[in-house]
Nanobody, 114 residues
Framework: QVQPVESGGGLVQAGGSLRLSCAASGRFFSIATMGWYRQAPGKQREFVAAITSGGSTNYADSVKGRFTISRDNAKNTVYLQMNSLKPEDTAVYYC????????WGQGTQVTVSS
């Protein structure tokens, strides 16, 4: 079992940067595929980025070149570095851990002002 806990959200101006962290308890973190999803008001939750246990990454087209996902297995933590933020990046960001089942964090709010 892996229980994700997100942190690092906040309010930032357009063009700014934020780094989200997801600390995941549980001894299976290193073999889990970790991902970030987001949900804006009135919209469905959407995929943002993911990183496999081997370090392969995948990004939504809307964030490619601006966001970077990484992981530190020694710290059981996955990061999302967000640069060149846009107002449309405003959402609650959720950390996801995929093993045989999926585990979700509670989310952290990111607000980008224009």
């Amino acid at each position: 079992q892996v229980q994700p806990v997100e942190s690092g959200g906040g309010l930032v101006q357009a063009g700014g940067s934020l780094r989200l962290s997801c600390a995941a308890s549980g001894r299976f973190f290193s073999i889990a595929t970790m991902g970030w999803y987001r949900q804006a008001p009135g919209k469905q939750r959407e995929f943002v980025a993911a990183i496999t246990s081997g370090g392969s990454t995948n990004y939504a087209d809307s964030v490619k070149g601006r966001f970077t996902i990484s992981r530190d297995n020694a710290k059981n933590t996955v990061y999302l570095q967000m640069n060149s933020l846009k107002p449309e990046d405003t959402a609650v960001y959720y950390c996801n851990a995929k093993l045989v089942v999926e585990y979700w964090g509670q989310g952290t709010q990111v607000t980008v002002s224009s």
